[in-house]
Nanobody, 121 residues
Framework: VQLQASGGGLVQTGGSLRLSCATS????????MAWYRQAPGKERELVAF???????WYGDFVQGRFTISRDSAKNTVLLQMNSLKPEDTAVYYC????????????????WGKGTQVTVSS
């Protein structure tokens, strides 16, 4: 299964980026999808996930700055990131997995290659 992630780059503090992750129709329609990130020297952490029915969950650190969405026409999951901070600097990964009750998510299926997000101060 191929997950094609794009949209990373270098921005200044307060700037915006939109990440996208495209996959096949069958994978997109049948599964929940998420974005993770991993900063240098830190563990990979869950940023946000969206279920195949559109329910969304965000990490506490997002604080209303990011929006995850699904584009059914393009079989793509998007992560709009606004008000970026230097601490958002990380490699961002797209994932296909399963969500459960109480905001839990298991990255049990597929990982995409990461895309680098760098926020300068």
């Amino acid at each position: 299964v191929q997950l094609q992630a794009s949209g990373g780059g270098l921005v200044q503090t307060g700037g915006s980026l939109r990440l996208s992750c495209a996959t096949s129709r069958s994978v997109f329609s049948d599964n929940d999808m998420a974005w993770y990130r991993q900063a240098p020297g830190k563990e990979r952490e869950l940023v946000a996930f969206i279920t195949n029915t559109g329910t969304r969950w965000y990490g506490d650190f997002v604080q209303g700055r990011f929006t995850i969405s699904r584009d059914s026409a393009k079989n793509t999951v998007l992560l709009q990131m606004n008000s970026l901070k230097p601490e958002d600097t990380a490699v961002y990964y797209c994932n296909v997995g399963r969500s459960f009750e109480h905001g839990t998510y298991a990255p049990v299926l597929y990982w995409g290659k990461g895309t680098q997000v760098t926020v300068s101060s």
